[in-house]
């Protein structure tokens, strides 16, 4: 397979979809990779484009067949990534992007860190994270409550990625996304370097 | 300290400076690590620019001071980094760039791997590599031979990289280690990454 992994994690308003938006149009064809999942669809969201919603019993098959990549069960819905879009989306050479979170980076890298590079994106403080949460104002109380919980343990885990964008400038931030993403198409598969120090030992 | 690391690695002929010089033009102020060497000057180099010359004493006490990032012997003379530079380049916040072989690069990332990101860079055959150094002319076929032994050597170690740059097209290399060489200023310390844990946890 000749494409390459990109995992984007970090806080939900750390600003992740913004980003990929602004920097699209400098980062080249790629595949943005959808997440399956149980839970209900909020008002607005669409089916194969927010995300595969199935029922319990599907994804449970799922998992049995093999069928994930990584998943996972937040709040007591199941979100898992499906592996063969991904598949298919690196055998053309394409570069595939990841929106999930720690836990998910931890297993997309144990099972293809061949091809995975990594960013954590974050608001520059707690504060400013609260800031954006409570004025962009699609959540009550509680979830907003949640989301910074969950961000003060996902920062913990900022160690583990590649790179670290902190998005307090969306301009800087998307050209510093754009820049990870074009490096990594350039990181080549530990199968393909072995072929090619074949090649070189005759 | 604020700056970040690039070690270039690869074969004598690889094209790592015509590609810098390339490059140069699109990855910001970088600072170019010059090694020190007990060997002689040869015709048209310069001290201070192609290699700091001191003498096998002055080499032996910056061994003994801890004066060196890494240093070895090849061919019973000695080759190393100084420090200091290093670290007074590092602390302006530049990008430092080595040319220097896999040993150096394993010894450069033992003691800063924080810091480091690193590049393979090779022609796409061992047949093209050897029409380089011949044409190239600048040494003797003794030496060319011992190039190429060593080349094969080197190209064993090209996974313990993180990116490898495949030199079949001169301004496509360029691209991809200027895409490189901004990402690897991209990359933050783990030190600087436990003082950012630590304000979010206020």
Same mark, same amino acid.
């Given at each position: 397979?000749?494409?390459a992994i990109l995992v984007l994690s970090g806080p939900s308003g750390a ?12 980062? %080249? /064809? !790629?595949?943005? &990779?959808?997440?399956? #999942?149980?839970?209900?669809?909020? =008002?607005?969201? *669409? ?65 293809? %860190? /061949? !091809?995975?590079? &990594?960013?954590?994106? #974050?608001?520059?403080?707690?504060? =400013?994270?609260? *800031? ?71």
């Open positions: 397979m000749q494409g600003g992740k979809s913004t980003i990929i938006n602004h920097a699209s149009k400098d980062i %080249g /064809d !790629y595949y943005f &990779s959808i997440s399956t #999942t149980t839970r209900d669809p909020r =008002e607005g969201e *669409k089916d194969g484009v927010d995300y595969y919603f199935v029922t319990r019993e599907e994804f449970e098959e799922g998992i049995k067949a093999g069928d994930f990549l990584e998943y996972a069960t937040v709040h007591g819905n199941y979100y898992g990534t499906s592996l063969k879009p991904v598949k298919e989306a690196l055998e053309e050479g394409k570069l595939v992007i990841f929106d999930i979170d720690v836990q998910g980076h931890r297993l997309v890298r144990a099972k293809m %860190g /061949d !091809y995975v590079t &990594s960013a954590f994106i #974050t608001p520059p403080t707690l504060s =400013e994270l609260k *800031k954006r949460l409570y004025t962009r104002a699609t959540d009550n109380t509680s979830i907003i409550e949640r989301r910074i919980e969950n961000a003060k343990e996902e920062i913990k885990a900022v160690k583990e990625f590649d790179f670290v964008i902190i998005n307090d400038k969306i301009s800087k931030a998307s050209k510093e996304f754009a820049t990870i993403a074009n490096a990594a198409r350039l990181k080549q598969s530990s199968q393909e370097l072995e072929n090619f120090v074949k090649i070189w030992d005759n």
